[in-house]
């Protein structure tokens, strides 16, 4: 019964900006690490963003490091990733994912629970 579910997706201009959203339920939230990824078509799922239990760690793919941002609020059991300077190139569907708060990895293989995406586009 986990289920993750992102929101925020949709069409924005090249240089625009737009929060993605991941509402967890049926977990015990602050115990797990939280990761963005992300898909193109003919392309293979890649990491984005991922932040640790408490918030305290973030890391970033180099692709995204300065425009992107990832928080969480553990109160709301809820993952965000701010998409800043939004390039064509961002454009792919947007993964929220979790796994074991003892896990640091980047890896899509190694989460445990996945949503379902949002597609996000960007005009060139």
């Known amino acids: 019964q986990v289920q993750l579910v992102e929101s925020g997706g949709g069409l924005v201009q090249d240089g625009g900006s737009l929060r993605l959203s991941c509402a967890a339920s049926?977990?015990?939230?602050?115990?797990?690490?939280m990761g963005w990824f992300r898909q193109a078509p003919g392309r293979e799922r890649e990491f984005v963003a991922r932040?640790?239990?408490?918030?305290?760690?973030?890391e970033y793919a180099d692709s995204v490091k300065g425009r992107f941002t990832i928080s969480r609020a553990n109160a709301k059991n809820t993952v965000y990733l701010q998409m800043n300077s939004l390039k064509p190139e961002d454009a792919a569907v947007y993964y929220c994912?979790?796994?074991?708060?003892?896990?640091?990895?980047?890896?899509?293989?190694?989460?445990?629970?996945w949503g379902q995406g949002t597609q996000v586009t960007v005009s060139s």
């Open positions: 049926g977990l015990i939230f602050s115990n797990f690490n």
């Open positions: 994912s979790a796994i074991r708060w003892t896990m640091t990895t980047t890896r899509w293989e190694n989460y445990d629970y």
């Open positions: 932040i640790s239990w408490s918030g305290s760690t973030t």
